[in-house]
């Protein structure tokens, strides 16, 4: 009999060398470790340095989830990276799929920045629901330091640069129990990276746009009221199709943005302080590598054991959020 369902079987994360703490923020803009730690929550947060690239972390990351599932590049047959900062506008999934030897696996970038893992997980797992493969790398990582403008202290204090990988393989019994995703562009505004298109006459009739993509902007208090909205309901969404409610759930796992977010929403949930996964004071806001460092983290650190119930929630620029719900573990 085929295995249609789906286990998540090991885990890996990776971030740049270096570090810079609030207090070497303060020297960048007119803002303070008092500022940022009591509306943020974050203390430090890893930079890439030119020298690194996306698919350096990524492949880190990947290597190390390969290693716990137990499993060769050779065996993956889909690397799926969520990503909204490659180091090629054309995807950076096939660099990594080179860099880590996997002759076998097909390779393409997914875009929904912060919601990136959680879409890609949904994306991963409608894969091997229909046979068509086994073994799917999912990577989510992002060097957002090189969009921020570094003059901005209403964004450039929340970002940090990282990189977390799950490898999800077809197993007997289903470990993803359920989901639900949700986007909604009318409030693209909101949070975004936007390309600025500058014109080009190429020919008396035609002119082309050249431009480029500029920083990234947000409208922190909105995306705020959107995130502890919305990602309770969506949560509540997943575990209705997952049958289960709120007491099953051993861990919530939320795209790490910020703590007061982390708490608003457990709050709402009824989800006491000591279920909910945060890493934000060391990392800052990762985007898409936010969860899966975060779940890499919590796995290691033996919190996240074999049949634990999680409950994750990713949510960002598009707008777009999502939940899965799944069990660690085959
Ligand atoms: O990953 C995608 C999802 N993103 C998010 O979930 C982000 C959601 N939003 C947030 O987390 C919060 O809105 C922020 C952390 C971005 C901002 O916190 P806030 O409590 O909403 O602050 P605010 O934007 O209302 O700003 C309050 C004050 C303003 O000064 P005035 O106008 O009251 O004089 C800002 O200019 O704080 C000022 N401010 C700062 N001061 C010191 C903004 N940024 C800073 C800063 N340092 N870094």
Redesign the pocket.
């Known amino acids: 009999m085929q295995n249609l369902g789906i286990a998540i079987t090991g885990s890996g994360s990776a971030v740049p060398e270096t570090f810079l703490n609030n207090q070497g923020?303060t020297e960048l803009?007119?803002?303070?470790d008092e500022?940022?730690t009591t509306?943020?929550g974050i203390r430090q947060r890893y930079l890439a340095s030119c020298h690194e690239s996306l698919t350096q972390i990524a492949s880190a990351a990947a290597k190390q989830a390969m290693a716990m599932a137990g499993i060769t590049a050779q065996e993956i047959d889909l690397i799926l990276l969520a990503t909204s900062t490659p180091d090629d506008l054309f995807g950076s999934a096939c660099q990594i799929q080179g860099e880590l030897g996997a002759t076998r696996a097909v390779a393409f970038d997914l875009t929904a920045?912060?919601s990136g893992f959680v879409f890609g997980m949904v994306t991963a797992a409608q894969y091997i629901r229909t046979g068509v493969f086994q073994n799917v790398l999912l990577i989510g990582a992002d060097i957002l330091s090189r969009w921020v403008d570094w003059q901005d202290?209403?964004?450039c204090?929340?970002f940090g640069d990282g990189a977390g990988a799950v490898v999800l393989q077809a197993n007997q019994s289903d470990r993803l129990l359920g989901f639900e995703l949700k986007s909604d562009g009318t409030q693209n505004s909101n949070?975004n990276l936007t390309y600025v298109p500058q014109c080009q006459q190429l020919t008396a009739d035609l002119a082309v746009s050249t431009g480029n993509f500029q920083f990234i902007s947000?409208n922190?208090?909105e995306?705020?009221k959107f995130?502890v909205q919305k990602v309770p309901e969506i949560i509540d969404k997943a575990l209705f199709r997952a049958q289960l409610t709120v007491e099953d759930i051993d861990w919530l796992l939320l795209?790490q943005?910020?703590q007061?977010?982390l708490d608003a929403v457990a709050q709402r949930l009824k989800i006491p302080e000591q279920k909910v996964i945060s890493n934000l004071a060391s990392y800052g806001?990762t985007?898409a590598a936010s969860i899966p460092l975060a779940l890499d983290e919590a796995v290691r650190e033996g919190k996240i054991q074999n049949n634990h119930i999680i409950a994750a929630s990713g949510?960002?620029?598009g707008l777009t959020w999502g939940s899965v719900i799944f069990q660690w573990g085959k």
């Open positions: 923020m803009v007119d803002t303070s500022w940022i509306r943020t920045a912060c202290r209403r964004t204090v929340l949070l947000m922190g208090k995306v705020y995130a795209h943005a910020n007061r977010i806001n985007s949510f960002g620029a």
